[in-house]
């Protein structure tokens, strides 16, 4: 075999194998608590500014808890649902008054739902189109302000 063959074969597996290796495993953002810290604080700063009490929980895409604050004064069940709330946005990739919505309209069945917090004030986190996880507020005065404080945490990062 010459070694003008032989380099090209050489090239053709590297070109193989990376072809392979690139179907079989996808490069992705994610969300960091760094990053997660930076949503939850953008969140406190949008509640502390229309003087709201608020738990706060972001999660990362697979709805895995990253960061939990409760502000002073917010009811302690408001913890485990903004923690739901936020873990319904990540999974399902939309806010949750979507569902909320949607349950409000007869599908009651998804109320049965494992894991599920219909209730709005869940917000996806975007980056470049994606999902990297989602911001859960509760304890706000009604459910648009824990949804208007969870947009402002999850703007914290575009």
């Known amino acids: 075999m010459t070694s003008l063959a032989r380099g090209f074969l050489a090239t053709a597996v590297v070109v193989w194998a990376t072809a392979a290796r690139s179907a079989e495993v996808a490069d992705k953002k994610a969300l960091t608590l760094d990053g997660a810290k930076k949503v939850a604080a953008a969140a406190a700063a949008e509640a502390a500014r229309n003087n709201e009490g608020a738990a706060i929980a972001v999660v990362d895409d697979g709805g895995n808890l990253m960061y939990l604050e409760r502000i ?20 399902f990739k939309k806010p949750t008054a979507a569902f909320e919505d949607i349950i409000k309209n007869g599908r009651t069945a998804m109320v049965a739902l494992e894991d599920f917090t219909p209730l709005q004030g869940g917000v996806p986190i975007e980056l470049d189109g994606k999902v990297v996880g989602a ?7 009604n459910q648009q302000q ?6 402002a945490g999850a703007a914290a990062l575009k």
Request: proline share 0%.
């Open 146 to 151: 824990d949804e208007a404080v969870a947009k």
């Open 135 to 141: 911001i859960g507020v509760s304890g706000a005065a």
């Open 72 to 91: 002073d004064g917010t009811f302690a069940a408001g913890a485990r649902i903004s923690i739901g709330k936020a873990r319904t946005a990540a999974l």
